[in-house]
């Protein structure tokens, strides 16, 4: 409840530092704004960023200084980078990319067309395009595609005098803890960490100081194998190797916990039956189709589960049952599973964006009008597909009762209809209901929707059915 009440109050914060930024936007103060934005963490003002229109995005961007625009350019999400890859030139990203780590610069370069970033590359100084380029190489999700390409090494032969002399020389912005040892060809032979150069004399040679039992990693290990070695190993920072056991990089735990968060995510969305790049778009049909991807092959198998309850209206021999009655009964566990289904989607989307606390995701009356259209969209393909199935399967049983099975195909296209615009509904509301009343909306997202919408549904088929088939 404690960790709940800190997260309400840190968003408020939040809110209230959207307001001030607008105000001052509309009164085009921008000293005030400057100042402003310059005592703000480059996370927050990047939430602020995906928020406001591109003139506001413009404007923002004007007042703060290079560096840390470009931590905001890295921290926006997908879709607001998208939009500002198109507002900011191509010189002024180039000198933004110049003010980024090399892996994060790497990664933001990723989302563009090959061709906008060759651009962007050949603007750059020769030696950081070259290392961006490299790590572009490397497959995403592997080490390689994740690691930190400066790194701090010094020769087995050094001493501690040399191996701190090249500490202080090194321009590194990142905090480390041991300095890597290697031989004349490069290769890893250990580390030493940083309170034995402070504790041995000065003339101490480094190889004297290494630790063999150095654990490492190559740089095509997958970035999920790498979260699990910096869990079981509880590590702060490990050196990554080439296939010639070459020094090229490290990774840290603020890393890891990247690659943790996002694993996680594209779990909890796999799932849910929808896809983890969903919260990076904007776009209604795209969304609309994500969903129905995973929504197809659920109508599949519901469809034969269909069949199979049809057909054992004649093994049992239930002549005085309505065959309509039962053609109904079989399409039940269809209406609850795509319903429910299409409503657990909902809640997972809207619980994960409310548990990161994005500022999108806690403006109900946004979320509330992206879902409705995807709801729409997703109701209606439903609809008609299910429809379509209905239809197929019973067609043969239609000879006397033509105009009997026709409703029956109706009130099933409508009761999918209706079925899920309620199951997305709740799958809406409950998490911001849970929320306002203090309780963890992550309950909302399984049992409670998935149990509610499959009385819901049915009541809704069966009536339906009976009105229009009777």
Same mark, same amino acid.
């Given at each position: 409840m404690s960790a709940l009440i800190m997260s309400i109050s840190m968003e408020d914060e939040q809110k209230n530092l959207l307001q001030q930024i607008q105000r001052l936007l509309e009164s085009e103060d921008m000293p005030a704004l400057r100042e402003l934005l310059s005592d703000q963490r480059n996370s927050d003002i990047a939430e602020i960023v /995906? =928020? @406001?229109?591109?003139?506001?995005?413009?404007?923002? $961007?004007?007042?703060?200084?290079?560096?840390?625009?470009?931590? @905001?350019?890295?921290? @926006?999400?997908?879709?607001? +980078?998208?939009?500002?890859?198109?507002?900011?030139?191509?010189?002024? =990203?180039?000198?933004?990319?110049?003010?980024?780590?090399?892996?994060?610069?790497?990664?933001?370069?990723?989302?563009?067309? /090959?061709?906008? +970033?060759?651009?962007?590359?050949?603007?750059?100084?020769?030696? /950081?395009s070259a290392q961006i380029r490299k790590l572009m190489g490397y497959l995403e999700d592997s080490a390689g595609g994740i690691m930190d390409p400066i790194v701090i090494s010094v020769q087995e032969e050094a001493t501690v005098a040399e191996a701190v002399n090249k500490i202080r020389a090194a321009e590194i912005d990142e905090d480390f803890y041991s300095v890597y040892v290697v031989n004349k060809a490069g290769q890893f032979l250990g580390d030493v960490r940083v309170r034995l150069l402070l504790t041995r004399p000065e003339n101490t040679?480094? +190889?004297?100081?290494?630790?063999?039992?150095?654990?490492?990693?190559? @740089?095509?290990?997958?970035?999920?194998?790498v979260r699990n070695i910096f869990s079981k190993n509880d590590l702060i920072v490990v050196p990554v190797l080439d296939k010639n056991h070459r020094l090229v990089g490290r990774i840290t735990a603020d890393r890891v916990i990247e690659v943790a968060e996002e694993e996680a995510a594209e779990d909890l969305y796999t799932m849910a039956g929808t896809d983890p790049d969903e919260l990076e778009k904007f776009s209604a049909f795209h969304a609309a189709r994500v969903r129905m991807t995973w929504l197809l092959p659920c109508l599949i198998g519901t469809g034969i589960t269909a069949l199979v309850l049809m057909f054992f209206h004649q093994t049992f021999n239930l002549e005085g049952l309505s065959l309509v009655y039962t053609a109904a009964i079989a399409f039940v566990p269809m209406i609850a599973a795509i319903s429910g289904n299409a409503g657990l989607q909902t809640s997972a989307i809207?619980?994960?964006?409310?548990?990161?606390?994005?500022?999108?995701?806690?403006? $109900?009356?946004q979320v509330f009008t992206r879902e409705v259209r995807i709801a729409l969209l997703v109701a209606l393909s439903c609809g008609v597909l299910g429809g379509v199935v209905c239809a197929f399967l019973v067609h043969t049983k239609a000879t006397e009762r033509t105009i009997e099975y026709g409703q029956l195909i109706f009130a099933f296209g409508m009761a999918m209809f209706s079925a899920i615009m309620v199951a997305t509904t709740l799958g809406l509301f409950l998490p911001f209901f849970f929320r306002k009343i203090g309780i963890d909306p992550a309950i909302s997202s399984g049992p409670l929707v998935t149990t509610a919408n499959d009385s819901i549904s049915v009541a809704i088929y069966m009536s339906l059915t009976l009105l229009l088939a009777s």
């Open positions: /995906e =928020l @406001v229109d591109n003139e506001q995005r413009r404007a923002i $961007f004007d007042v703060m200084d290079k560096p840390m625009s470009a931590e @905001v350019l890295e921290k @926006v999400d997908e879709a607001t +980078r998208d939009a500002l890859f198109d507002l900011l030139g191509s010189e002024e =990203l180039s000198n933004l990319l110049l003010h980024l780590d090399p892996d994060d610069a790497a990664d933001v370069l990723s989302e563009l067309p /090959e061709e906008k +970033r060759e651009v962007l590359l050949d603007k750059m100084p020769p030696v /950081e040679k480094i +190889r004297d100081l290494i630790d063999p039992d150095t654990i490492y990693i190559h @740089v095509d290990t997958d970035q999920e194998e809207v619980v994960s964006g409310l548990a990161t606390g994005h500022l999108a995701a806690l403006k $109900f009356s």
